[in-house]
């Protein structure tokens, strides 16, 4: 199996990715030939045409049916080649499988979360299980982003207000690079992820891994692994540097002076509404950037975040 890719391509990893790769290296040499002829005989006319001294026009033959028709119909048929060819792929892209287990992706500012039939959720990591056909129900809480995984040559706008459909089946275990390909703010190009495709069995205990991901942690280890897990640190450190939002260092108990002008001293329902409602109590000198977490955390999450911001304070 290609694990490698090759010059011009990924390694491919999806059912459709053959195909896709046929009909490209098909266009691609085609490309080739006729970029080839055109640019030779440019190159060749050029030279023997060139002007020089003594002209002398010769009377050239004014046209050539064979020449014209061969030009008008041999282009057609590569172009029919290359439609219908292209549009066999699109359907078989198009048309998801009724067998495939769907999961639910939400692409915002910037990152991506997943979330599984029995409840389960992951952010910036999509786990599925290798030769089954996956279908996406995808849709964006704000700007257009794009969902890219080029070994599966998988590409599909996600809009806000709509939802897009993708499928594909994974062929080959392993971790497969996610990518949003529309540009979407000044953090698009961090919004990176991956697929980690799995065999059944271990597609089954992660899902029930993840029921319990909490389980034998204190609230502040499970806070601080969510921290990681669910992109908070893309704009807040830890630090008590700036980033896209406010440091999470020495927050809780301290005064934090809002974009409205007023203050106030940030409790636990002060940062639990800050991770459910963003936009409620924008800290000053921030823009209101930051999503909502209220579908993706659950409330021990919330708990747990709330009681690691706290940790981090003297
Ligand atoms: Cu999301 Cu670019």
Request: aromatic share 10%; net charge neutral; with cysteine.
């Given at each position: 199996m290609d694990t490698t890719g090759t010059l011009f391509l990924p390694p491919s990893g999806s059912t459709m990715a053959p195909e896709v790769d046929a009909l490209m290296t098909f266009i691609f040499y085609v490309c080739i030939f006729f970029g080839v002829i055109v640019f030779g005989g440019v190159i060749l006319f050029s030279i023997k045409y060139r002007r020089r001294r003594q002209v002398q026009v010769e009377a050239g033959p004014s046209h050539s049916t064979a020449l014209e028709i061969a030009w008008s119909v041999l282009p057609l048929i590569l172009m029919m080649i290359i439609f219908f060819w292209?549009?066999?792929?699109?359907?078989?892209?198009?048309v998801?499988?009724?067998?495939?287990?769907?999961?639910k992706v939400t692409a915002q500012k910037w990152f991506w979360s997943f979330?599984?039939?029995?409840?389960?959720?992951?952010?910036?990591?999509?786990?599925?299980?290798?030769?089954?056909?996956?279908?996406?129900?995808?849709?964006?809480?704000?700007?257009?982003?794009?969902?890219?995984?080029?070994?599966?040559?998988?590409?599909?706008?996600?809009?806000?207000?709509?939802?897009?459909?993708?499928?594909?089946?994974?062929?080959?275990?392993?971790?497969?690079?996610?990518?949003?390909?529309?540009y979407?703010?000044?953090?698009?190009?961090?919004?990176?992820?991956?697929?980690?495709?799995?065999?059944?069995?271990?597609?089954?205990?992660?899902?029930?891994?993840?029921?319990?991901?909490?389980e034998g942690l204190s609230p502040v280890e499970f806070g601080a692994k969510l921290y990681e897990s669910k992109e908070c640190v893309t704009c807040h450190n830890i630090d008590g540097t700036r980033g896209d939002g406010p440091s999470f260092l020495n927050v809780y108990?301290?005064?934090?002076?809002?974009?409205?002008?007023s203050k106030l001293i940030a409790d636990e329902n002060y940062l639990r509404e800050s991770i459910l409602h963003p936009e409620a109590k924008v800290v000053a000198g921030y823009q209101?950037?930051?999503?909502?977490?209220?579908?993706?955390?659950?409330?021990?999450?919330?708990?747990?975040?709330?009681?690691?911001?706290?940790?981090?304070?003297?």
């Open positions: 292209g549009f066999r792929a699109y359907m078989k892209m198009s998801v499988p009724k067998d495939a287990l769907e999961i979330a599984y039939p029995d409840g389960a959720t992951s952010v910036n990591e999509l786990v599925v299980p290798v030769g089954k056909p996956i279908k996406l129900l995808m849709s964006s809480k704000d700007v257009i982003h794009s969902f890219f995984v080029p070994s599966f040559r998988l590409k599909r706008d996600v809009l806000p207000n709509r939802y897009s459909i993708a499928w594909f089946e994974a062929t080959q275990q392993g971790a497969f690079e996610l990518f949003c390909a529309e979407c703010g000044s953090k698009h190009s961090g919004m990176l992820g991956k697929v980690r495709v799995v065999n059944d069995r271990e597609y089954t205990d992660w899902l029930a891994a993840s029921g319990k991901a909490g108990n301290h005064e934090v002076m809002l974009k409205d002008g209101p950037i930051m999503p909502t977490y209220q579908t993706l955390l659950k409330d021990a999450e919330v708990d747990a975040l709330v009681a690691y911001i706290k940790s981090l304070s003297q």
